[in-house]
């Protein structure tokens, strides 16, 4: 006879009592005098007039990109939940040769800076002066290097020049501090300075007194870094891949440290490659004097990963997701991510501007290519990252002022190591009443099990009661990563649990409350109420049930007619919406003809929302682009070109862009195969040298004029704005020209589709040359046979076009 099995035992968990609170007034942090939401550091959260503050930065380098797109990425941005805009400013794009400074066109500082104000972005600039952003000497010009054997220190051959930058930086952003209402909320000094605290001190005063001002003053704070006391704010990082660690070396392990939770904030992998190799992690006293005084805030959560050429890490939407949620998990008070948006390095008026061999540096970058796989591509395309990172800031713009002064409490049974991908990695942020529950089942490269059998139980010491969740154990599936609300108030109604995750609420234009949330693939939606908050309750699709003090909801299926509708004891009316896991990452919220609307997009495309042109725009691929909206508008949007047909879609109603004319053809931007034509074979390929560190270095110039494949693909004779070519190809590295001019390079890293804005192109033909990967090459290529040769060959051209729809009031 089989003896019985024990019962699975829950995850348990106790928020501690008594909770201290931050200090506060102990850092020399201050705003301006008289603004009217003055920003605050304390020891564990960032206020603004008063109340928790939760910012989310994204880093856009304005240098890299068209200036006459900045103002529609920004808003995409914005309308991907980013509050804060940061931004390298960097030297040498603007001043490679000596006394020429220029701040036109796409170096227009200002300019960005203000279109930033002009949307309600705060807007961080990132002086350096080194700065690192894979870009020649660190955004240090040539000429400066020449000027001193002593750079990033106090010679003062070095601050000389460093003086006059700093001072026409200032001179560019006077008038967009906070004390004259500018957008301006923190200046990064330097970048990955880890051991010269007496010069980060130098360049914040020369700062200052050139004139530039903000509320908080920041350094990047990884590698065991030494600051000056109570100077700098320190902001963490944490990426899932790295470029800058060696070909054969594997996942590195800062990288996987970061899908675990901890209260570890260093991340001693950044930039490692440009410290020596005893420099790890630092003093772990001084680590803990800066936990104990600082919050736990981020600039460089890894939106992507950039490709150098030696190692080619491919980081997927998942990756970046689950990182993101871990850290809020963590603890983090401010999300950070770097890059936000990709872009593409500017030509140089004398060398080349990338980070190189030639200049010193340990890894070979792309001269051009800076996408860095990041959620808003090098072209401004929509990337599935983008839509995983929009739905955590959904729930942070709603719940970030609950979350941010909640403490992080790991259980007590949590992994043993980096190595353990048995045990459950899960955590609560919490105040003694309520809280968030965070789990994380994902990683790159090693997948993590399913884990059947789970509940939780945590309990809460301000109100001497548990919580035991779900009703019955659910498996947390292989790859889920997930948010759940503990005793969460919405309007007069208590949510005691929710197997989904908090997206956002929104008024549905008949006096009700909406709570959005996002059902987890695999995990049944369960939604438990305090039944002393709840006088009626209407679920048409799911079971009700009543256990002790509370009201199940069971049976869901999730979707946009899942919406469970309650009468709360105060007298508020409140909603419960569970979408579906995808429809939820096509969910954004913003400000649409006259109210606060929820607006579902299309997967791969998106929504921005422009209030000073009084419209949203639409962005899509589709012959028919179609977008739902709660509440509707009492008249259906207009658009010129097409007619807007709406439909009921659950609670939403559904908006279909069709023709003007009577055949009801499609609307789309526009898409179709190219041809294209081989000129020439590649040839046997080039030989594999070697630079700093004993690194492959990428094929010099010549090898394109002798050894690569060539290919012709002719371009349709008028793309359409926003058209984008997609190139199929293998090999080592591309280059496209546009007669004999270099528009675009890639160094494959297993993404077969390489993306080419045409925008950028301007031309008829694009002339593509293709270098094979050599076998034996010390590489490291995502899905490479072993060491095997990876053949020169473009298969495929197509360009599809994402135009962008102006909708404006019926």
């Not at 994380?440 to 001497?464: M, R």
């Not at 007069?492 to 006096?511: F, M």
């Amino acid at each position: 006879m089989t003896p019985p099995q024990p019962l699975p035992q829950p995850h348990r968990l106790r928020l501690p009592a008594g909770r201290v609170p931050p200090l506060r007034g102990h850092l020399p942090f201050a705003d301006a005098p008289g603004v009217p939401d003055p920003i605050e550091v304390t020891s564990r959260l960032l206020t603004r007039g008063g109340r928790p503050w939760f910012p989310v930065s994204g880093e856009f380098h304005y240098s890299r990109y068209p200036a006459g797109e900045w103002e529609e990425e920004l808003l995409k941005m914005k309308a991907g939940g980013v509050t804060v805009v940061a931004a390298y400013v960097i030297w040498i794009h603007h001043e490679e040769t000596e006394g020429r400074i220029r701040f036109d066109g796409d170096r227009d500082l200002r300019r960005f800076a203000e279109l930033c104000a002009r949307h309600g972005l705060d807007f961080v600039p990132r002086i350096g002066p080194w700065v690192h952003a894979e870009v020649r000497n660190g955004g240090l010009p040539d000429w400066v290097l020449a000027r001193t054997d002593a750079p990033r220190t106090d010679d003062p051959a070095y601050l000389a020049p460093v003086r006059a930058w700093f001072t026409a930086v200032a001179g560019q952003l006077h008038g967009l501090g906070r004390a004259d209402g500018g957008p301006i909320v923190a200046i990064q000094i330097e970048n990955e300075l880890y051991d010269q605290p007496g010069h980060l001190l130098s360049l914040k005063r020369m700062a200052q007194d050139a004139g530039l001002s903000a509320p908080l003053w920041t350094s990047t704070a990884w590698g065991g870094v030494q600051l000056p006391p109570d100077e700098l704010l320190p902001l963490y990082g944490g990426y899932p891949e790295a470029f800058w660690t060696e070909a054969d070396g594997g996942w590195p392990d800062t990288c996987r440290k970061h899908f675990f939770f901890t209260h570890q904030r260093d991340d001693e992998g950044i930039g490692a490659d440009l410290r020596p190799t005893t420099v790890r992690g630092g003093d772990p006293a001084d680590q803990a004097g800066l936990a104990a005084r600082f919050p736990w805030a981020t600039c460089e959560l890894g939106g992507g990963m950039a490709v150098a050429y030696h190692r080619r890490p491919r980081v997927e939407a998942a990756d970046i997701g689950a990182l993101g949620l871990t850290k809020i998990g963590c603890g983090s008070v401010w999300q950070g991510y770097y890059m936000f948006h990709g872009g593409t390095n500017p030509p140089g008026d004398l060398t080349p501007l990338q980070e190189s061999h030639a200049t010193g540096y340990p890894n070979d970058l792309p001269v051009l290519t800076y996408d860095f796989q990041a959620p808003l591509g090098e072209y401004g395309q929509y990337r599935p990252s983008y839509d995983e990172l929009r739905l955590q800031h959904l729930l942070l713009a709603d719940f970030g002022r609950l979350i941010a002064p909640m403490d992080p409490v790991l259980p007590e049974r949590r992994p043993t190591g980096q190595d353990d991908r048995e045990t459950l990695r899960w955590a609560v942020r919490g105040d003694g009443r309520s809280g968030f529950l965070f789990v994380n089942n994902h990683q790159p490269h090693e997948p993590l099990p399913d884990h059947p059998d789970t509940s939780f139980e945590v309990e809460f010491p301000d109100t001497g009661t548990a919580l035991s969740l779900p009703s019955a154990p659910v498996t947390i599936p292989q790859g889920a990563y997930l948010c759940w609300p503990l005793r969460l108030e919405i309007a007069g109604l208590r949510l005691d649990w929710a197997t989904a995750q908090p997206v956002c609420t929104v008024d549905d234009g008949r006096g009700r409350t909406v709570l959005v949330l996002a059902a987890t693939d695999g995990i049944a939606p369960e939604l438990a109420l305090d039944i002393g908050t709840v006088t009626t309750l209407s679920a048409p699709s799911g079971e009700v049930t009543t256990s002790g003090d509370r009201i199940l909801v069971t049976g869901l299926r999730p979707g946009t007619d899942a919406l469970v509708e309650v009468d709360a004891a105060d007298g508020s009316r409140v909603g419960l919406l569970v979408l579906d896991a995808a429809t939820a990452r096509t969910a954004y919220r913003g400000p649409a003809w006259g109210a606060e609307r929820l607006v579902l997009a299309e997967s791969g495309g998106g929504v921005v929302f422009d209030g000073h042109a009084d419209e949203v725009r639409v962005h899509s691929s589709a012959p028919e682009p179609s977008f739902a909206v709660l509440p509707a508008p009492e008249r259906a949007p207009v658009v010129a070109g097409a007619v807007v047909k709406e439909a009921t879609d659950g609670v939403f109603v559904r908006y279909t862009l069709v023709a003007e004319d009577d055949g009801g053809r499609g609307v789309g931007g526009g898409s179709g195969v190219l041809p294209v034509r081989l000129v020439r074979p590649a040839g046997v390929a080039p030989p594999v040298t070697t630079g700093v560190l004993g690194r492959a270095s990428a094929p010099a110039d010549m090898w394109f004029d002798t050894v690569a494949a060539e290919y012709v693909v002719a371009l349709p004779d008028d793309p359409p704005p926003g058209a984008v070519l997609h190139v199929h190809w293998t090999g080592d590295v591309a280059r496209a020209y546009a007669g004999d001019r270099l528009v675009a390079d890639q160094f494959y890293s297993g993404r077969t589709t390489w993306d080419i804005g045409l925008d950028r192109v301007r031309a008829g033909v694009l002339r593509f040359r293709v270098l094979p990967l050599p076998a034996g090459a010390p590489v490291y290529v995502p899905g490479r046979a072993g060491d095997s040769e990876i053949p020169a060959a473009i298969t495929r051209a197509e360009y599809t076009t994402t135009r962008p729809w102006p909708l404006r009031p019926g």
